[in-house]
């Protein structure tokens, strides 16, 4: 079995300014992470991906995780906030046949 | 065309209609999944095909929920007797690779209202 948490609903940032939105995951073997994007009216986009290559994983636009095993954690940053990254963010954990989803944090970013 | 297409975009339904919803994922690839996603929820998984197989539809809510996939290719999902609960994002993605351990590529989704 395998779950997600993301522990913050919303995130409110100011342009420039860090992110970080947090996801701690359960899994019962080694496993596959991503953290997806949805923005308005738009389908949801792959951010990133760990697959045990790497535990500091960097993404598009700027955006990366790092994979902790120890504290089952798989926290997304940017170092300066655009305000193009106003959108929903969704951390997955993957199984075999299927993508568990978070219930995903809202990035709000103010000029 | 280069991504997952879906279609309708949006559909309004009846309660008690049938509904069909289309996927044309993206050529080639080898998995398929449907996702239904609530208003302000994330999505949540419904069915996965490997080409024609249906190897899992453990997340299909109930009887009334019907996917196949009958050439490897496109997928339908139908909904029988909707009810209002069922309205939602219908989501469709595809992946190159075997299972769920790498990524999947989504359409837009097709949002359905039951009134």
């Known amino acids: 079995a395998q779950s997600v948490t993301q522990l913050d609903s919303h995130v409110s940032v100011s342009e420039g300014t860090p992110v970080l939105l947090r996801c701690n995951y359960s899994?019962?073997?080694?496993?596959?992470l991503f953290w997806y994007v949805q923005h308005p009216n738009k389908g949801l986009q792959l951010l990133l991906k760990?697959?045990?290559?790497?535990?500091l994983v960097k993404g598009i636009n700027g955006f990366e995780a790092e994979f902790k095993k120890s504290e089952t954690s798989f926290h997304l940053t940017k170092p300066s906030a655009h305000m193009s990254d106003a959108a929903e963010y969704f951390c997955?954990?993957?199984?075999?046949?299927?993508?568990?989803f978070g219930k995903g944090t809202m990035l709000l970013v103010s000029p | 065309g280069a991504g997952v297409s879906q279609s309708p975009r949006y559909k309004v339904a009846k309660r008690g209609q049938d509904v069909a919803l289309r996927c044309d994922p993206i050529?080639?690839?080898?998995?398929l999944f449907w996702y239904q996603q609530a208003l302000g929820q994330g999505p949540e998984f419904l069915t996965y095909?490997?080409?024609?197989?249906?190897?899992?539809k453990s997340g299909l809510p109930s009887d009334r929920f019907f996917a196949e996939r009958p050439e490897g290719s496109v997928s339908t999902l139908k909904i029988q007797r909707t009810q209002q609960e069922d309205s939602a994002v219908y989501l469709c993605a595809s992946s190159p690779r075997q299972g769920a351990g790498t990524e999947a590529f989504f359409g837009q989704g097709t949002r359905l209202t039951v009134v």
């Open positions: 050529s080639g690839h080898v998995s």
């Open positions: 095909f490997q080409n024609e197989a249906q190897l899992d």
């Open positions: 760990y697959t045990s290559a790497a535990t």
């Open positions: 997955v954990v993957g199984g075999y046949s299927t993508l568990t």
């Open positions: 899994s019962s073997y080694s496993p596959s």
